[in-house]
């Protein structure tokens, strides 16, 4: 089963920014959805951006204008790029190929830990 690499993550003070990656193998990449999700400890995954295969995007309002999701298809990539960054987004950053309803194609990687400082 595939599983995604993250990169990207580190420590940077409120309103700085991060570009994340994300890299996974297969010759089906360009054709599915990919969305990075984040997680705190003790709370639930939450989803922060998701990408089509055209790259039409989606974020949640915590995220929507602060975050810009884009991919490269030639590079089996996908990438996130932060700017404005605030404590509360703090978490580990996960990205995965939904599908259905709660279904991942791959399996979960080992994420990349995103921490702002105030």
């Known amino acids: 089963q595939v599983q995604p690499v993250e990169s990207g993550g580190g420590l940077v003070q409120a309103g700085g920014s991060l570009r994340l990656s994300c890299a996974a193998s297969g010759s089906i990449f360009g054709l599915r959805n990919v969305a990075w999700y984040r997680q705190v400890p003790g709370k639930q995954r939450e989803l922060v951006a998701v990408?089509?295969?055209?790259?039409?995007?989606n974020y949640p309002d915590s995220v929507r204008g602060r975050f810009l999701i884009s991919r490269d298809n030639a590079k089996n990539t996908v990438y996130l790029q932060m700017n404005g960054l605030k404590p509360e987004d703090t978490a580990v950053y996960y990205c995965n190929s939904p599908y259905g309803d709660n279904y991942y194609l791959w399996s979960w990687g080992q994420g990349t830990q995103v921490t702002v400082s105030s």
């Open positions: 990408i089509t295969p055209g790259s039409s995007a």
